[in-house]
Nanobody, 117 residues
Framework: QVQLVESGGGLVQAGESLRLSCAAS????????MGWYRQAPGKQRELVAV???????NYADSVKGRFTISRDNSVNTVYLEMNSLKPEDTAVYYC???????????WGQGTQVTVSS
């Protein structure tokens, strides 16, 4: 069964950078977008960034100008470059490969990002 494997999380200080990666262990048919979500303790999961097959990207207002999402279709991988990190960016980050509703989406297992002040 194909899985999404995330890496790159960790503990950093405010102002530093991290790069998250999410790689599919195999080919997933019907993917129309790839995205990153995050969930902080006691809060709902929220969209951070999404990139379509055509390369169009959208970001949450809270990360615009600091985070960049990209994808490499040749290796079925999506990335999230996070710069100027803030303590409020602390959360578990999840990647998602979105497909049509009748196919179902794929989610990664989550990776912890902790930003200290």
């Amino acid at each position: 069964q194909v899985q999404l494997v995330e890496s790159g999380g960790g503990l950093v200080q405010a102002g530093e950078s991290l790069r998250l990666s999410c790689a599919a262990s195999g080919t997933i048919a019907g993917v129309n977008a790839m995205g990153w979500y995050r969930q902080a303790p006691g809060k709902q999961r929220e969209l951070v960034a999404v990139i379509t097959n055509g390369g169009s990207a959208n970001y949450a207002d809270s990360v615009k100008g600091r985070f960049t999402i990209s994808r490499d279709n040749s290796v079925n991988t999506v990335y999230l470059e996070m710069n100027s990190l803030k303590p409020e960016d602390t959360a578990v980050y999840y990647c998602k490969f979105s497909r049509a509703w009748y196919l179902g989406d794929y989610w990664g297992q989550g990776t912890q990002v902790t930003v200290s002040s």
